[in-house]
């Protein structure tokens, strides 16, 4: 079981290491806990997490080693500053930022092979849902990525991210298996993921764990959706 608390664009460096620090005083259970920040934050919660078995990764990185990209960080950057991992092709990214299913996997395979672990977000939308389309876009999003033992995938149904609305647990249950038939990794879920709804969610056999937006940027949620992994 895998919880990675995905900060957004939340938490600048002061709260980063408050939170950090408030983070590895809790009973966190024994699921993997990964919190990914800012850009800007990561070296204080890297420090603040110093000595605890939490990682911290970005939520982005670059495809090019190095070069003429105007705001881009590369993985060789946030390895030196002590992350582990990054997330690549977020659904944010994908509306608002002009990421495609390509860049998210140029994306993953330079973080990959510079030895980050990745974790590659896709999911529908609500009209793909809706037009019956769920199948062939999870099987297309998750096709250009590459089997790796650091590569998990987040499924995160685009009309459950920050809505409220989680998907059921047959729901998730059911694209994570599709997903699982392309490629042989570890499956998140992601989207409105909460204290109340984690267990249920955790409990089916192919979701290996969450990517927690909203309820991951407050100590007490974390920790309990933490707690809810490591029992199921
Ligand atoms: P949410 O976000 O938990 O706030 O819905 C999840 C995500 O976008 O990773």
Not at 42 to 53: P, Y
Not at 86 to 115: K, M, N, P, W
Not at 128 to 141: C, H, I, N, S, Y
Request: charge should be negative.
């Amino acid at each position: 079981m895998l919880i990675a608390g995905n900060w957004k664009m939340f938490k600048g460096p002061a709260e980063a290491t408050a939170f950090c620090r408030e983070l590895r005083a809790r009973e966190l259970g024994n699921a993997g806990v990964v919190v990914c920040p800012p850009c800007v934050s990561l070296a204080s919660a890297v420090e603040a997490l110093a000595d605890t078995e939490i990682a911290v990764a970005a939520q982005n990185v670059a495809w090019e080693a190095e070069g003429a990209f105007t705001g881009e960080v590369s993985a060789s950057m946030l390895l030196e500053v002590g992350v582990y991992g990054a997330i690549v092709g977020h659904s944010e990214r994908r509306q608002y930022f002009g990421e495609t299913d390509e860049t998210a996997a140029r994306r993953a395979t330079a973080a990959l092979g510079a030895g980050l672990a990745v974790i590659a977000c896709v999911g529908e939308t609500e009209a793909e849902r809706e037009a019956g389309e769920t199948e062939p876009v999870l099987r297309r999003q998750v096709a250009v990525f590459e089997a790796h033992p650091d590569l998990v995938v987040a499924y995160e149904p685009v009309w459950a991210i920050g809505t409220g609305r989680t998907a059921t647990p047959e729901i998730a249950q059911d694209a994570h298996a599709v997903i699982k038939s392309v490629l042989d990794v570890p499956v998140l879920y992601g989207g409105s993921v909460k204290p109340e709804n984690a267990a249920e969610i955790l409990s089916q056999p192919d979701v290996d764990g969450a990517l927690v937006g909203g309820a991951s940027l407050d100590v007490d949620s974390f920790a309990a959706i933490c707690l809810a992994a490591s029992r199921s």
